[in-house]
């Protein structure tokens, strides 16, 4: 491989050699009509955005290695944004992409990244409107780091937020845990197992959509990221003072994923999701959503898992979780660090 | 030192110090009321979005040193995407931040980049309203790289681009060329000069509010960040399809920066900027337009430094310079790489 099939400092300098990458890579890759237009800001303008409430969001990509099975890091970069931005019960539309590349980076591997980038927006249904690129020294990145910045608009009459929360919500999960967790960490480590086990990364934002139909007076969304559900959960207890009690049996978990986690001591409850949703809805709406879910499918593996319960406690609000035993134990966040790097 | 006072991988965990680490230093530095709902996107709001109109901008920022006379990578990092906001004539007033933190990263460093950040974003006027943040492993990056995206918005009437430019439009400039360049090059050699070269680092959405008030009909605006001027008007060139011809005495420089470049062997057009503006009006309003600058403290310096032409060539626009002795050079676009992480 020459050096000009590798990214190179030069490639950004603001120079001839940046406009000949974003020329060649970026515009012949996901180029949109407003990216095209080659200004320092796109210009967006149609009649969702008068509507008056955007959804804001931003994520940066770190994930290692970055191509795993399942996806690779363009994939994650544009569902982790979309998903961020439609569990504020938006429709995103919006995308930004900024590249931060290590000099020496495979421009095959880049172009690879920026093809998934393009199939991925085009999923989820969103346009990449602007970007930037920056190039580090050798050893100054690891390969390649992607911020996605993202805008997508609320409809007239959604309000969902974790602090809407109150005693006798359930809570549901869109489908498996901690696929993404384990694939990576798989991959990384090079186990195999009887089966490879997939990312479970996806743009959920029409499965979002779909219950919204169903449940128009959803709570809460948020996609079980790192830290997994019990980040998740205790961010919604911590949002909305209340207890939340999960029962551990009804929480759907593949027996490969189930079978790593116990292989490696992972706690499948902290373990990363890139492709599934916690949602909150009122205790009557609860098989409404359920249904919409299974309907999707992103969603055929739902199922209702707990209940967010009045404070028992004058502490701060505690995630529990119901064994199949009938002891009861502390969901916590995370102490320390897991899975570096896992998105 | 201790470990405690440094960025460790459990602060991008997800988990309880991640949270710490968002709650003391992020929440306490820079959170505004959106960005303390702690959900995953920030709900915008407003009946200035009514318009329907918004601009949207991405950059990331990895410049070396990350403190330097004049700022640091904080405040580049809040000028840099309100400058690109406001080039499309909006009102920046909403950002993200995502910050990808080296393991090892001293926390005092990072509060006082905090703080710069929140400085900056109130003397712009506009608010953090979600972020991100990611550490990878000692190595894998250089202490710290921000992303900032924002939004703004459009007012009624204002149409500027690149593509507006038309011959006989005067080109200006805000300030003096070459500052923050030479600023990051001096501080990285350990140069010093008779006086201390600062960074021209500046949020410029008033001053280009004030040249749009002035010149509603304003084409164009554009800050010569990487690749210098050279690079801005070679893309307002290819975006116009004319020639440009720039007058190289009418362009403002500071003494010492220009005996730094002739020292150390840069062309002044080709050296970054992050508080100018490269400004496009038609020719009856360029007396008006230079009036607005100079009636704005960070537009004291400015110049009408050239005219845009018709093609003379059936090849490729050309941007030149005329010197002070009567003969034309090329201005082409930077070739290879000058100042590698600049900004």
Redesign the interface.
């Known amino acids: 491989m020459s050096h000009t099939d590798r990214v190179?400092?030069?490639h950004?300098?603001?120079?001839?050699?940046?406009?000949n990458l974003i020329d060649e890579v970026f515009y012949e890759g996901y180029g949109s009509d407003l990216l095209l237009?080659?200004?320092?800001?796109?210009?967006?303008?149609?009649?969702a955005?008068?509507?008056?409430?955007?959804?804001?969001?931003?994520?940066?990509?770190?994930v290692s290695p970055q191509f795993f099975p399942g996806g690779n890091i363009g994939r994650l970069a544009v569902c982790g944004t979309v998903n961020?931005?439609a569990?504020?019960g938006?429709t995103p539309l919006?995308l930004?992409?900024?590249?931060?590349l290590e000099e020496g980076f495979e421009l095959e591997s880049l172009k690879e990244i920026v093809k998934t980038i393009k199939e991925t927006a085009l999923e989820a249904g969103v346009s990449i409107?602007?970007?930037?690129t920056?190039?580090?020294?050798r050893?100054?990145?690891?390969k390649i780091?992607i911020?996605t910045?993202?805008?997508?608009v609320?409809p007239k009459g959604v309000e969902v937020?974790?602090?809407r929360i109150a005693p006798g919500d359930k809570i549901l999960v869109s489908g498996t845990l901690g696929d993404h967790g384990i694939a990576i960490i798989s991959q990384r480590e090079g186990l195999s197992f009887s089966t490879t086990i997939q990312s479970d990364a996806a743009p959920l934002n029409h499965l979002i959509s779909d219950v919204l139909k169903a449940v128009p007076q959803a709570k809460a969304f948020?996609?079980p990221?790192?830290?997994?559900l019990a980040?998740t959960l205790n961010?919604f207890a911590?949002?909305s003072g209340c207890d939340i009690v999960v029962e551990e049996a009804a929480v759907p978990v593949k027996a490969e994923v189930k079978a790593a986690c116990d292989m490696l001591g992972y706690d499948i409850f902290?373990v990363?999701n890139e492709g599934k949703m916690v949602i909150v809805v009122p205790p009557e709406d609860a098989k409404a959503a359920l249904s919409a879910l299974h309907a999707n499918p992103l969603g055929k593996d739902a199922a209702i898992i707990g209940e967010v319960k009045s404070p028992r406690k004058t502490e701060k609000p505690l995630v529990s979780l119901k064994t199949p035993f009938g002891s009861e134990r502390v969901l916590?966040?995370?102490?320390?660090?897991?899975l570096?790097?896992i998105c």
């Open positions: 190179l400092l030069a950004g300098s603001g120079g001839v050699m940046m406009k237009t080659g200004d320092d800001a796109a210009v967006l303008q149609s009649d955005l008068k509507e008056g409430r955007l959804a804001f969001s931003t994520d940066s990509f770190v961020d931005v569990t504020a938006a919006y930004s992409i900024g590249m931060i409107v602007t970007g930037d920056k190039v580090v020294e050893g100054k990145a690891d780091y911020n910045s993202g805008i997508g609320i937020s974790g602090h948020r996609d990221t790192r830290g997994g980040s961010e911590e949002q902290q990363a916590d966040m995370l102490v320390g660090e897991q570096p790097r």
